[in-house]
């Protein structure tokens, strides 16, 4: 008899190589990147590049280090950086725009992980008054992870820009999952970063590579990070073997991410009749679900430990939410394991209170 398998749906950062990236890998070109010397690097960031519709990309180690040298590229120290209030540059970056840039975080308010204009308006400080900040840089999150992985179309993306200009100000999109939201919405995804100055993208999340993101921007901008990502221990040498699965991923793996919103949506659709649970199926536009278990009198904690139990793993991602993202690795039957899987615990949590 098989050994029932272990649903792992803390995130899409669990997904493992494809036997294509694994064999890229093998036979990729190499060289010393350090120098502009590996093809299979070069070749990654001009394909980055041209998907996105900008002059020049750069291959880094993580979507961290890409939003770092995008904020310490476009900003100086004592800028404000204008966020939406829960983005994961904000939340779970470490305060590393502030530790090594010496920039300040401006939160704002916003719907489903967008900022919302006039908050925006609102935060942009005057260019001559001596006694505030200078705004140095707007910075977009699509999809949003925090507000369970939400996307913002073209039309206000643009119109986020187009107010960003009008001050002098460029704008950063944290895209760590733009290909998903660029699928949901059905539009290439030149139309979601056309007016921005700068976007990341990360290649180890829903698109299975082990390691990578990108940065892409003007030449004069990426030029500026290179540099920085040197500073910071970012610059590799045989970077070909991270950029070779890259290379696969951008030409095989994006139109499959639809796959993981249906299970995501027939999911979150079961999920919603569960009793106790409560999740907004508003939010769930692409490869995430947040779910609220204090219906159910207990903790995300003790939701997930009690899932781990029959092989299904979540993320705790408040004291009483646990987040489920779907990947790769997980498939139509799998759906359905998951709910029951959850249904259980929760009846299994409400029973404990009654008794
Ligand atoms: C929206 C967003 N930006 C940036 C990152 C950071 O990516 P990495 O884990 O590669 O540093 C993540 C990671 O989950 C993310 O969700």
Redesign the pocket.
């Given at each position: 008899m098989q050994a029932p398998e272990y649903l792992n749906v803390r995130?899409d950062?669990v997904t493992l190589p494809t036997p294509e990236m694994l064999e890229a890998i093998t036979r990729a070109a190499l060289g010393d990147d350090n120098r502009g010397e590996d093809p299979t690097v070069r070749e990654l960031e001009e394909l980055s590049a041209h998907m996105l519709g900008k002059e020049a990309a750069l291959l880094t180690t993580?979507?961290?280090?890409s939003?770092s040298l995008a904020v310490l590229a476009h900003a100086t120290r004592g800028d404000e950086i204008i966020m939406e209030e829960t983005s994961?540059l904000f939340t779970?970056?470490q305060g590393a725009i502030s530790m090594f840039g010496g920039m300040v975080y401006h939160l704002v308010p916003g719907h489903h992980g967008f900022p919302s204009l006039c908050h925006i308006e609102k935060a942009i400080r005057p260019r001559d008054d001596i006694h505030t900040p200078r705004t140095g840089l707007i910075c977009l999150?699509n999809t949003h992870?925090h507000a369970g992985g939400t996307v913002i179309s073209p039309e206000l993306t643009r119109q986020a820009c187009e107010l960003a200009h009008r001050h002098g100000i460029p704008v950063h999109i944290?895209g760590?999952?733009i290909f998903n939201a660029s699928v949901a919405l059905g539009v290439d995804v030149t139309e979601l970063v056309r007016d921005a100055d700068s976007i990341c993208f990360?290649l180890?999340?829903g698109l299975s590579c082990p390691i990578g993101?990108v940065l892409a921007g003007t030449r004069e901008f990426i030029a500026k990070a290179r540099r920085l990502r040197k500073a910071f221990g970012g610059g590799m040498r045989q970077a070909g073997i991270i950029a070779a699965p890259g290379i696969v991923a951008l030409n095989t793996m994006i139109s499959r991410l639809r796959e993981d919103h249906q299970r995501t949506r027939a999911l979150a659709l079961r999920l919603a009749e569960i009793p106790g649970l409560s999740l907004d199926l508003d939010t769930v536009q692409t490869n995430m679900i947040r779910v609220d278990v204090s219906g159910v009198h207990t903790t995300a904690a003790q939701f997930n430990t009690a899932l781990k139990n029959r092989g299904v793993e979540v993320l705790v991602a408040g004291d009483t939410v646990i987040r489920i993202v779907i990947h790769r690795h997980i498939e139509d039957r799998h759906v359905s394991i998951i709910a029951d899987a959850i249904a259980d615990v929760a009846s299994e949590f409400s029973g404990v209170v009654k008794a």
């Open positions: 995130s950062t993580s979507g961290q280090l939003n994961h779970s970056e999150e992870n944290d760590a999952r990360c180890s999340k993101s």
